[in-house]
């Protein structure tokens, strides 16, 4: 059974830092790409980034570049997401996802096929 299981979320500063885990099981992990994405309350889920295991290439929205970093660690099945510079609008519930083929379009949630259950983020002002 694929489980993706997201961890790390908590309320901080506007300025401070928080780093997300993805803890991936059930799936050969090396194999596939791994997306961050968030939703605001009212609003879409958006694509922040995505890894791809295999060839280690990375995908940022323009909205979190420079701020956001994506990692992963293939012994440990687990993908980062280091958030620094945190902004309010920042807030929001963030996934992690997995997607058997390699996205197209990484910022596109109906490219991934597994999804988390998503861990809060709060940035006050």
């Known amino acids: 059974e694929v489980q993706l299981v997201e961890s790390g979320g908590g309320l901080v500063q506007a300025g401070g830092s928080l780093r997300l885990s993805c803890a991936a099981s059930g799936f050969t992990f090396d194999d596939y790409a791994i997306g961050w994405f968030r939703q605001a309350p009212g609003k879409e889920r958006e694509g922040v980034s995505c890894i791809s295991n295999g060839d280690g290439s990375t995908y940022y929205a323009d909205s979190v570049k420079d701020r956001f970093t994506i990692s992963s660690d293939n012994a440990k099945n687990t993908v980062y997401l280091q958030m620094n510079s945190l902004k309010p609008e920042d807030t929001a519930v963030y996934y992690c996802?997995?997607?058997?083929?390699?996205?197209?379009?990484?910022?596109?949630?109906?490219?991934?096929?597994?999804w988390g259950q998503g861990t809060q983020v709060t940035v006050s002002s």
């Open positions: 996802a997995a997607a058997i083929v390699a996205p197209i379009h990484p910022g596109y949630p109906n490219e991934y096929d597994y």
